[in-house]
């Protein structure tokens, strides 16, 4: 038994913890907790008093257990806890109202805290980001010509007259936040780039430019040029920088709004009072060199970067989308002698549901009158069709294959399967926070010993520095500052990643980020589904087998594809391409008859054909030898589907279909295991099947018939455990363990959705693939050291130097055309080291 309660008071990944220990403590209970919504699903074997789990739960703290108020249409509609509708009326955290939605940080830097209202993080200034909004699936229409016009029903353009087109959930919306980031960036490019063409001139010889005006005046342009890049474009690096010395967690914001605000306000001090600066400051046309360049540069880099990490948020929300287009809008619900069609949100508990063929089943429920093929690959990922009868269950989103039955809708909205997975891909997608950059580690040293370096480098020229004292000191002051801005720290970890995922790419492995390619190479323990991914995917035949002397295996497939053709169900589809492989034409059957769950019978010729199971055989007086029900049934224990075929009466034959193991999959298992991976097989599929696969590629372990659901739920024991799992997928079933999983890995022949879910695609399917992936993570990760070795290396010679090291002995200050060149030599390194991994063999 399952039930779902509500959590009161916890605002933590701590207060989730001891919750769920609390529950757990209970004897014969397992309980699973989340934050958001504020919930546990108790799963008992015996009825427990809501005043029982109370008691146990006041222990762990002031927390409250309740049993949950669902209100429901649909999967999509808002669930109102305590009177107040979470997704319409959202109390943000500074005790405001809105309907933006739902946003939170993707650092959890207040643990699981949600706000109600867009912007940055109060802690670490991150981009808040969008949770994906479950809405209703109903239908919407709009014009081709006029996109601005949406109704509920079909209808004509107000405007045009044109007929209105049904067009998909969320269609065409694009994220706010991402599409802010977008039109900044491209302000920023637009106006870093003269910036920068201006400023690379002046190692121009004979500058084409100064013919048209002095310095003076283009460091004039380049200032104007920068104003809309620092206050409009990237001033949210500043609001960060700001907020991370608030909250004294330092990071890469702190570095870019320290480095370039301090460059482009020695730029402006420079360029109107150079009168105050030493002589070794001076260019030849008696301007000071200004830093407008490097400090634009640095930041249209980060804000880049920002952009990109935005667009990977958004692809973790095209999952859910694609899981929303599942679910079909409308229904035909019977009231009375008449069939109505409905929206999905007007199906109510007992309501009657004719499903015709090729549809999606709308709501869970119970067939009444009819029997039907369903296919159910979404929710088993096994690609044959399930044969149902009167009173058998049938799931949301699945597909109706070829015939009409009348359903009882008995679970509507969150209650559906389908709806249960949606939950738990969005639940675990926003459980994983992105990884903590190597370079955010660094400048959590690397800004408060600038700073100090700085400070002290003021105080000593102040005290023993010439004439005039604060001059001198506030400027080599602030050369420190600026010679440890971090152009190439910015770009030493984003550059080997960009290069390692496209050497990925050619290698047809598709990554999705950086934290997947850091991750990849500390895996331990490696989830594979079967179908799809070890498997072919798809039913085909293996042989055919003649029982009768004066038959020839030839003869028989020509009975077996000719019945065949006339039925539409994949096992028949698979017979009847294994016929045409082999040069078999089919022949005209008569009296054609379908017999749902047992096979197909007709007439050819004089001969009366029945293929399909024991079942069929047994109803039509067929009998089966001992000998061959006996070698039928070993290959039904391997998990095998099996058909006989009798003439007249009389079994002539059998004809064996699998799903057969892809060719490299032996191979790659074996690699990585002996990288020291635990490789275990979670599927829908049988007991006999799953066993008969995991022996034959010596896996580790194995489970099947799980549900999504039991493989959420596995991956995360083994994360408890401390293990770093990977998941490689190919179906919807799989799209909530992917993304729960450390690396998700989707083959790039399978759904969609399993695509969108997964950190890694392989395009190919090949799991060959994933050894590559390892190799290359570990490639990627040792160019990304290297490249922090380049960076910090000119930071750390040309500090010294920048304080006046020098001075005392040979007079010497480091002019800013030097400290200029240091950061470009560093950024040319970081870039020319990178590039190395185009070459790398994997």
């Known amino acids: 038994m ?397 597909i109706n294959s070829n015939t009409t039955f009348i359903m009882i809708a008995e679970k509507i909205g969150s209650e559906t399967l389908l709806s249960r997975i949606i939950e738990m891909v969005n639940a675990a997608s926003r459980s994983k926070a992105p990884i903590q950059k190597i370079a955010d580690r660094i400048s959590g040293y690397f800004v408060p010993v600038v700073v100090v370096i700085s400070a002290v480098t003021f105080f000593i020229w102040a005290i023993y520095g010439p004439e005039p004292v604060y001059v001198y000191a506030m400027v080599n002051a602030i050369s420190v500052l600026i010679i440890a801005c971090p152009c190439a720290l910015g770009l030493a970890t984003p550059m080997s990643v960009m290069v390692g995922i496209g050497k990925g790419a050619q290698m047809g492995i598709l990554i999705k980020d950086a934290e997947s390619l850091e991750k990849m190479n500390s895996i331990d323990v490696l989830i594979i589904d079967k179908t799809g991914t070890l498997t072919e995917g798809r039913p085909t035949v293996e042989y055919v087998a003649s029982t009768d002397p004066n038959i020839g295996e030839q003869d028989l497939l020509r009975r077996i594809v000719s019945l065949n053709s006339s039925s539409e169900h994949p096992l028949a589809q698979a017979t009847v391409k294994y016929g045409e492989e082999k040069g078999v034409t089919a022949e005209t059957i008569n009296h054609f008859e379908s017999v749902t769950g047992k096979g197909v019978m007709g007439i050819l010729g004089k001969e009366h054909l029945a293929l399909g199971n024991k079942i069929l055989m047994d109803q039509i007086g067929a009998a089966i030898a001992p000998d061959l029900s006996e070698k039928v049934s070993a290959e039904q224990r391997m998990g095998k589907t099996v058909s006989y075929l009798s003439i007249n009466g009389q079994v002539a034959g059998f004809v064996v279909i699998s799903d057969k193991i892809k060719a490299t999959s032996q191979s790659a298992i074996r690699n990585l295991q002996n990288e020291g991976l635990k490789v275990i097989m979670f599927t829908g599929d049988n007991s006999d099947t799953a066993k008969a696969v995991s022996e034959r590629l010596k896996l580790d372990r194995f489970h099947a018939q799980m549900l999504p659901e039991d493989k959420l739920i596995e991956i995360k024991k083994l994360q408890s455990a401390g293990k770093k799992v990977a998941m490689v997928g190919d179906g919807i079933n799989d799209a909530p363990a992917l993304s729960q999983a450390d690396i998700g890995i989707a083959m790039g022949t399978g759904t969609d959705v399993a695509i969108q879910s997964a950190s890694i695609t392989l395009i190919n399917g090949d799991l060959s693939g994933i050894v590559k992936a390892r190799a290359l993570s570990k490639k990627v990760m040792s160019n990304i050291k290297g490249n922090l070795i380049f960076a910090l290396g000119y930071n750390v010679l040309g500090i010294p130097v920048a304080a006046g090291i020098l001075y005392p002995f040979s007079g010497i200050l480091l002019s800013p055309m030097v400290a200029a060149l240091a950061m470009s030599l560093s950024s040319v390194s970081v870039i020319l080291n990178a590039l190395r991994l185009k070459n790398t063999n994997i």
């Open 2 to 398: 399952k039930y779902t309660y509500q959590i009161i008071g916890m605002s933590c990944k701590g207060c989730l913890k001891k919750v769920e220990d609390a529950l757990n403590a209970i004897d014969g209970i397992s309980a699973l907790v989340s934050l958001d919504p504020p919930s546990a699903t108790v799963t008992t074997d015996r009825p427990i008093s809501e005043e029982a789990l109370q008691k146990e739960l006041s222990k762990a703290g002031s927390y409250i257990i309740k049993k949950e108020e669902v209100i429901q249409a649909n999967a999509y509609s808002k669930t109102k806890i305590e009177g107040r509708a979470l997704h319409l009326n959202h109390k943000t955290d500074n005790g405001k109202t809105g309907n933006q939605g739902i946003f939170y940080c993707p650092m959890h830097c207040e643990g699981e805290k949600n706000y109600g209202h867009s912007g940055s993080c109060p802690v670490c200034g991150m981009n808040l980001v969008k949770a994906p909004e479950l809405k209703s699936s109903r239908a919407e229409y709009s014009c081709p010509m006029h996109p601005e016009i949406i109704r509920d029903s079909p209808g004509v353009c107000p405007i045009c007259g044109m007929d209105l087109v049904q067009i998909e959930n969320g269609a065409g919306r694009e994220d706010e936040g991402y599409a802010v980031l977008r039109k900044k960036f491209v302000v920023a490019a637009s106006f870093t780039l003269p910036i920068f063409l201006i400023s690379m001139s002046e190692m121009i010889p004979a500058n084409p430019l100064f013919k048209i005006m002095d310095l003076k005046y283009w460091n004039i342009v380049q200032l104007m040029f920068s104003l809309p890049v620092i206050f409009y474009a990237t001033w949210l690096f500043f609001q960060r920088a700001w907020k991370s010395v608030m909250s004294w967690k330092l990071n890469m914001f702190t570095l870019i709004g320290l480095g370039a605000g301090v460059a482009w306000l020695f730029s402006i001090v420079a360029l109107f009072f150079p009168s105050i600066f030493p002589p070794h400051f001076m260019t030849h046309q008696g301007t000071v060199y200004v830093y407008f360049e490097a400090a634009t540069v640095i930041l249209t880099l980060a804000l880049l970067g920002q952009l990109l990490e935005a667009k990977a948020h958004k692809r973790t929300t095209t999952a859910i989308r694609e899981l929303l287009k599942l679910a079909p809008a409308i229904a035909t619900k019977i009231v009375g002698n008449k069939e109505i069609t409905v929206g999905i949100n007007e199906i109510e508990k007992g309501d009657l549901l004719r499903v015709k063929p090729g549809e999606k089943i709308p709501v869970d429920g119970s067939i009444k009158e009819g029997d039907a093929t369903i296919d159910e690959s979404m929710i088993s990922g096994e690609p044959v069709p399930v044969d149902k009868k009167s009173g058998d269950m049938v799931r949301s989103g699945t």
